[in-house]
């Protein structure tokens, strides 16, 4: 919008103030980390690589990665879907999912510390503490998400709005949020459980189930297409993708995935509880 000497960059500002953002707040946090005000001070002293670190690190670093990618391939293959039925379907849609997207670092605030809770538990032994850990902050986050989408499918125009008022774009908004959001709680509950995941340094289910959502979205969302022509089939099958996101995480976790039980060798945890 532009300010005093500042210019109007119109929506180029928003990539300029993301990039800031991130710039000033890397600088802000690389400069706590040193004060020694932290609990641990970041140091450069002796500093080499150690491989098998690297190797613990992106056991789990690199799976996540390609999670991300896989979440966000499906949002490039359903905004490509949706287009077909014109901009005012991609609007609505697109800013239907940005409330989908707002879920995630909300579920990340309670996903965070269970990583470093399942991690600890484990590593003391403590299975039993680790699990329940996880399956609380999984009910805490479906009941959260859950919530949000019940709110976003009963009255889907006081989000949508906030954008644009068009009557196209609301329609198309409101389809997917009644198809999808009643399906939320799913999406938190797999999400919670994949961050849980993380701390178990097990991801090959998380994975998998983030894949499943991938092929039903993209492969459903065709078929839709195909068979029926209309937006909402199209949504209706991002929200089954949703539900086999999230049952399958609980599923995996439920049958004891963690611990070599379901698909996988066992954990390191495993397996020296065994000896």
Same mark, same amino acid.
């Given at each position: 919008f532009g300010w005093g000497t500042f210019p109007r960059l119109g929506v180029a500002g928003g990539a300029v103030a993301v990039v800031a953002y991130y710039a000033?707040?890397?600088? &802000?946090?690389? +400069?706590?980390?040193?004060? =020694?005000?932290? $609990?641990?001070?970041?140091?450069?002293?002796? $500093?080499?690589f150690r491989w098998p670190l690297f190797g613990d690190i992106l056991r789990v670093g690199a799976i996540a990665a390609l999670i991300t990618v896989q979440t966000n391939l499906t949002i490039v293959i359903t905004t490509a879907l949706v287009g077909r039925f014109g901009p005012a379907a991609i609007a609505g849609y697109g800013t239907g999912a940005?409330?989908?997207?707002?879920?995630?670092?909300?579920?990340?605030?309670? =996903?965070?510390?269970? $990583? &470093? @809770?399942?991690?600890?538990?484990?590593?003391?032994?403590?299975?039993?503490?680790?699990?329940? +850990?996880?399956?609380?902050?999984?009910?805490?986050?479906? =009941?959260?998400?859950?919530t949000i989408g019940l709110w976003a499918a009963a009255a889907p125009h006081a989000w949508l709005s906030l954008f644009d008022t068009d009557p196209d774009m609301l329609d198309a908004g409101s389809r997917y949020l009644h198809a999808v959001g009643p399906f939320?709680?799913?999406?938190?509950?797999? @999400?919670?459980?994949?961050?849980a995941s993380q701390g178990a340094a097990r991801l090959l289910w998380p994975l998998l189930a983030n894949l499943a959502r991938l092929a039903i979205a993209a492969g459903g969302g065709w078929l839709a297409?195909?068979?029926?022509?209309?937006?909402?089939?199209?949504?209706?099958?991002?929200?089954?993708?949703?539900t086999a996101f999230g049952l399958?995480?609980? &599923? +995996? $976790?439920?049958?004891?995935?963690w611990f070599g039980h379901?698909?996988?060798?066992?954990?390191?945890?495993a397996r020296s509880d065994r000896r």
């Open positions: 000033v707040g890397s600088v &802000a946090l690389f +400069a706590y980390l040193r004060s =020694g005000r932290n $609990v641990v001070r970041l140091s450069f002293h002796d $500093v080499r940005r409330l989908e997207y707002l879920l995630i670092p909300l579920v990340f605030g309670l =996903g965070s510390p269970l $990583v &470093a @809770m399942v991690g600890t538990n484990l590593g003391a032994g403590e299975r039993d503490r680790a699990v329940r +850990a996880a399956w609380i902050g999984a009910a805490i986050a479906a =009941g959260l998400t859950e939320y709680g799913l999406f938190g509950l797999g @999400m919670a459980l994949y961050f297409l195909r068979w029926s022509g209309d937006l909402f089939s199209v949504f209706l099958a991002l929200s089954a993708a949703l399958i995480n609980a &599923a +995996a $976790v439920a049958r004891g995935a379901v698909g996988g060798p066992p954990t390191r945890t």
